[in-house]
C-alpha cells in the first residue's frame, strides 16, 4: 500500500459545527503532516507528527487540533471555523530521517459556510 | 528559516517546445530539493527530486538540474505536451526532525496544442 487516505474528500460545515478530518496510511511513515492549501498558492504547513509526537505546530489557531492517535492514522478536529478556513487540506507522510516517499493524500476540501 | 523563489509564475508554451522554471533558495544547508505537479482539484504528485550531492536528475522528458553554489535548481521539461498544463511547486529541504518542506510560490503551466 503506497496511499494517503483522506476522508472526507468534501465537507462542508457551518461555523459552530465540530468535525473532524482523517489520514491513514500503511507505509510505515513515522512522520505525518497537516497542509492547507488556498487555490493557486502552494500548501502551507500547519502540524508535523514525527513518531506521534507533534513536532512542529505552525502558529495555527486553536480552532484547528490534530491527533495522532497511533502511527497510521492522524486526525485534524476542527471547531467554531471561520469562512476563511475554505480551503483544501492535505495530509503527507514520509520517513522520519528520509524524504523520499513524502506522499500526499488526495485532500479534503473543506467548505466552511 | 528556508525561504524560496520561484519564477516564473505562468508559462505558456507551445505543444512541443521546452518549459523551464528556476526556483532559487536560502538555506545553505538545504539538501533535498523536490518537484511537484498539481493538476486542477488534484494533490501535489512528487515528479522528480535532487539531493544535493547531485548535480542533475533526468526522466524521460524531465530534468532538474541544482547549481549548490548559486543556491538555485531548475526543472525543464522538453517536448511538452497538453497533458504536462499543470501548476508546479519547488521544495526544499533539510533532513532532520519535522522534514518541513519549504514550497516556492508555484508556476502555473498552459501547453498550447
Known amino acids: 500500500d503506497t496511499e494517503v487516505t483522506q476522508t472526507p474528500k468534501h465537507l462542508v460545515m457551518g461555523m459552530t459545527n465540530k468535525k473532524s478530518l482523517k489520514c491513514e496510511q500503511h507505509m510505515g511513515h513515522r512522520a505525518m503532516y497537516w497542509y492547507k492549501q488556498k487555490a493557486k498558492k502552494p500548501p502551507e504547513l500547519m502540524f508535523v507528527?514525527?513518531?506521534?509526537?507533534?513536532?512542529i505546530n505552525e502558529s495555527v489557531p486553536s480552532r484547528f487540533s490534530p491527533e495522532c492517535p497511533n502511527s497510521s492514522l492522524l486526525n485534524l478536529h476542527l471547531h467554531a471555523l471561520q469562512p476563511e478556513d475554505s480551503a483544501l487540506y492535505l495530509c503527507?507522510?514520509?520517513?522520519?530521517?528520509?524524504?523520499?516517499?513524502?506522499?500526499f493524500g488526495s485532500g479534503t476540501r473543506l467548505t466552511v459556510v | 528559516g528556508e525561504n524560496v523563489e520561484q519564477h516564473p509564475s505562468t508559462l505558456s508554451v507551445q505543444e512541443g517546445d521546452s518549459a523551464v522554471i528556476k526556483c532559487t533558495y536560502s538555506d545553505s544547508a538545504s539538501n533535498y530539493f523536490p518537484w511537484y505537479k498539481q493538476e486542477l482539484g488534484k494533490r501535489p504528485q512528487l515528479i522528480i527530486d535532487i539531493r544535493s550531492n547531485v548535480g542533475e536528475k533526468k526522466d524521460q522528458r524531465i530534468a532538474v538540474t541544482l547549481n549548490k553554489t548559486a543556491k538555485h535548481f531548475s526543472l525543464h521539461i522538453t517536448e511538452t505536451q497538453p497533458e504536462d498544463s499543470a501548476v508546479y511547486f519547488c521544495a526544499a529541504t533539510l533532513s532532520g526532525t519535522g522534514n518541513q518542506f519549504y514550497f516556492g510560490t508555484g508556476t502555473s503551466l498552459t501547453v498550447i496544442p
Open positions: 507528527y514525527s513518531y506521534e509526537k507533534l513536532s
Open positions: 503527507a507522510s514520509s520517513q522520519v530521517d528520509r524524504h523520499y516517499g513524502y506522499t
